[in-house]
Each structure stands twice: as C-alpha cells, then as structure tokens.
C-alpha cells in the first residue's frame, strides 16, 4: 500500500513538476548507464594484457602495451569529465540556470534600447551567453587532452599559443553561423503559421547542405592550410579511381593537420557532379610505415605495392556507402518528425513552466527544452537502433568483400587502421553494442576467417544502389593507395 500511495502523491504532483522530475531521473539514469558500460570496459583494458592470439602474428606487444595505456587515460579522463558535464547540466536545472541567463539577455538588451518583444534579439543574446559559458567551462578539460593525454601519448603537436589562438577562431566562426542561422529559424517558426515545422524543417535541410558544401573551402581553411594535391602518380591514382567508380571528383587537396595532431584522417565532399577530395599531410607518412611493419610482422607475401594498397582500399571500403545513406536518410527522416513534435509541444505552457519559464514561452527555448531534455528517451533509442544497424551493415559489407575475393586485403587494411590510432582491440560485448557503430577489431577478423563461401549476402541490393555507394571507396582507398609514393616528398613545404 504505500508504494502505491507514494506513485499516487506522485501523480497527484503539478505537471511541471513531474516533467522536471522525470528529466533529471533519465538524465541520471542515462549516466549511470554509460558509467556501467565504461566501467565493464575499462576492466577489459586493465585485465588483458597480452596480445590476443588471434593478433599475435599481426599485433607486437610495444602496440598493444601503448594502445591499452592510451585507452586507460581516456577512460579515466572520460569518467571525470563525464560526471563534472553531469553534476554541472543537474546544478543548471536546480538553480533556474536557464531561466536566469534569458533574463540575463534581457537586460542586456534593454541596455541596448531593445525591449521584450525583441525576442529573436534576445534569443541570439542568450546563445552567445550560453555558448561563451560552454566554452568557457569546457576549456581546462579541452586543455587537459590535450596537453596532458594527447601529448603524453605522442600524438599532440599543438603549442600553447596556437591552441589558444585556435579555440577563439573557433568560438568567433561558430557565432558567424550560429547567429544568422538561429534567427532566420526563429523568423521562420514565428511567421509559419500551422504548417511553419515543414518550412523549418526545409531551411535546416537547406542550411546543412550549404554548410557541408562550403566547409572545405570557404571554413576549413580559416583553421588549417589547404594546397592542391601536387601533379603526379599519387594524383592520378585517385583520378583514375574515382574514375572507375564514377566518382565526380574535381579537385584533391592536402591539409596541414599535422600542426595539430599525428592522428590521420581523409574525407570528402560536395554533392552531385562536384566532389572533392582532402588529405591530411601526416595520412603517407601513417600508412607507408603501417604497411612495412605488417608485412614484415606477419610474414606476408610481399605484394607489388600499387596493386596491393589499391586492393585493401577497394576491399575496405565496399560497406560504407550503405551504412553512410542508410543515415543520411535516417537523419532526414529524424529531423522530420521532431520538428512536426515539436509543433505539437510547443503550445504546452506546462513543459516551459517546468523549467522556470511561467510568464512566457520564448521559442527559442521551447527549442531547447523539447529537442534537448523532452526528445531525450527517443534520442537515446533512435542511436541504438542506427548502431546497430551500422554494425550489421559493416558485417554484411565484410562478408561481401570476402565474396569478391577481398577477405586478405580487408583484413591487412583494418589492422593498419587500429594501429594508426591505437584502436584497443579487445571490447566488453554490451560496450560494444551499445556504443561501436563499427564492430570491434577482433570481431571482423574472426568473421572473415569463419565466413562460409556459400553465405547468401544481403548484396542482392539492386545495381544502381551499390553504384551509389560507391563513391565511399575512396576513404580508405585514399589512405593505402599513397603507401609506396611517400619517398616522392609530394607534400615537403
């Protein structure tokens, strides 16, 4: 009985207060529960310490002892950090953070001659507070990875002055997007009407392919320098790859990431007959050494280099087109119904006055309320499911690899990568699948070497979609094509 009486005076409770309640109770809930996982996985990187076997041939020890290290002081990074972002969100809530920095932005405006029915002018206000007081808080955990971890483990390259530097280029530029961007979505909800969550939902379609279109030339190289990939064999490689996949490339060019870190990277992107591919300097240097040691440490055949790294990279990357649009559509999809929720929600004055708002219903933060603390439980849902999704597609797109004959080279090129990085191979199963979009590394080699050759894959996928997944090839093919032209000094300043 007096369970059920404590769960009636619960619901007996305003419903603001209810649904603050219920906020911060999942909100804890949620950490608690990656606190559990992180804690089953740290427990596999204190307790294995040897190179599994099935990596004994690929994998020396040096690696392995430096890999689990690293993993280490991320995890233990990850946990303090973790429960500061958590305490510190909690405090926020408890105190009427959120309603005290709109007030806040008020009286900013006010000074400024701008009364209350300036409210997009308070709302972008309100975003430069509560961006400057993310940064701001955010920083001495930024410097510490980087300093400390990063730099302990070899991989920073950053000063003191250029990180500083950096991280006030990058607060000045976010404000230059954000802004323009939050008060044009405000204008739109505002002037809507009943139907203003298609028009949003349209704009930020919009805006995001913009973005994604100008990043590489036009904000990207605010932060780093970009130069096209010198005339020669390396260039023609990847033309004549992208060719054969009928990839619309136009241009290839090399960022200078090694000011920052000695992590390798490579992406792309554009959109229909204009793509565009970029390099990190430090991705040869990587990979040449990678692909050396690997050979040399497992006792492989010794291959003709060109047509080697060429067939890794085609084995690599035959699963990412799928995975890639599979999310992209999600996402869309995703974007869709929050903003028609969010049209639903926003008239409910008991959702802003649970959060200290009784007097008036700013959009700007019923945005805030609904997409970050209400859509929270289906956020957490939606990631698992796509996670795992993700992974059974990089399973079928391995085992489709060994069906066209790719299984060795797949296997040479997912080991270079975890090393490149130093990936921890070993992962507790329910960290893995609740948080590893990509199975862990002893899991695709297990697969590939158990795979049976008569496996019916799911690779009847229609010919046209596979076509259009292929332009994802040139990732990693990008990384394992360069091996063998490093001594070409292609990118000396």
């Not at 002892?65 to 946990?79: A, G, H, I, W």
């Not at 990279?313 to 903003?339: D, E």
């Not at 090839?473 to 990008?478: E, F, G, M, P, W």
Request: include cysteine; glycine fraction near 6%.
């Amino acid at each position: 009985m007096g369970m059920w009486a404590s769960l009636d005076a619960l619901w007996e409770m305003p419903a603001e207060k209810r649904i603050f309640g219920a906020v911060l109770l999942f909100s804890w809930t949620v950490y608690l529960w990656e606190t559990f996982l992180a804690q089953r996985q740290r427990r596999i990187y204190k307790t294995t310490t040897h190179v599994p076997p099935e990596l004994g041939q690929i994998m020396d020890s040096e690696t392995f002892e430096k890999s689990r290290l690293y993993q280490l002081d991320k995890s233990t990074f990850s946990f303090w950090s973790g429960l500061y972002s958590e305490i510190e969100g909690t405090l926020i809530l408890l105190f009427g953070g959120i309603p005290y920095l709109w007030r806040l932005s008020g009286r900013f405006c006010g000074y400024a001659g701008f009364g209350p029915e300036y409210e997009i002018t308070q709302s972008l206000v309100f975003l430069l507070l509560a961006t400057l007081f993310s940064a701001l808080t955010g920083l001495p955990w930024s410097l510490y990875n980087t300093f400390v971890i990063e730099e302990k483990h070899g991989f920073n390259q950053q000063t003191l002055g250029f990180f500083m530097k950096d991280a006030i280029k990058k607060f000045v530029v976010t404000q230059c997007i954000l802004l323009p961007v939050s008060s044009l979505l405000l204008y739109i909800i505002k002037i809507g009407g009943d139907y203003f969550f298609i028009y949003a939902w349209l704009f930020t379609l919009v805006v995001s392919l913009v973005l994604v279109t100008i990043y590489a030339d036009y904000i990207a190289p605010l932060f780093d320098k970009f130069t096209p990939l010198p005339e020669g064999k390396l260039k023609e490689e990847i033309e004549v790859m992208a060719k054969s996949i009928d990839f619309p490339l136009t241009k290839v060019y090399v960022v200078e990431g090694s000011k920052r870190s000695s992590h390798s990277d490579a992406y792309f992107y554009g959109f229909f007959k204009n793509k565009r591919i970029v390099l990190f300097d430090t991705l040869l240097e990587e990979y040449s050494v990678l692909n050396k040691d690997i050979q040399e440490d497992s006792g492989m055949e010794p291959r003709n280099e060109e047509e080697g790294n060429s067939e890794e990279i085609k084995a690599k990357v035959k699963n990412k087109k799928q995975g890639c649009k599979m999310r992209r559509y999600s996402l869309y999809m995703n974007s869709f119904l929050c903003f028609f929720l969010f049209a639903v929600l926003i008239g409910r004055k008991e959702l802003f006055a649970a959060f200290g708002f009784y007097d008036s219903q700013p959009t700007l933060i019923g945005l805030l309320i609904i997409f970050q603390f209400i859509f929270s439980p289906y956020n957490e849902v939606l990631s698992f499911c796509l996670t795992v999704l993700s992974r059974r597609f990089e399973f079928q797109a391995d085992a489709f690899a060994k069906k066209l004959g790719k299984a060795k080279d797949l296997y040479s090129a997912l080991i270079k990568l975890n090393k490149d990085n130093l990936g921890f191979p070993v992962s507790d199963w329910l960290f893995s699948m609740w948080h590893y979009s990509h199975p862990p590394l002893l899991e695709r080699l297990q697969a590939l070497k158990t795979m049976k050759q008569h496996m019916q894959i799911m690779f009847t996928l229609k010919t046209n979609v596979m076509k259009d997944f292929q332009f994802l090839k040139l990732y990693v093919s990008l990384l394992h094509i360069s091996v063998h032209f490093l001594n070409e000094n292609l990118f000396c300043a």
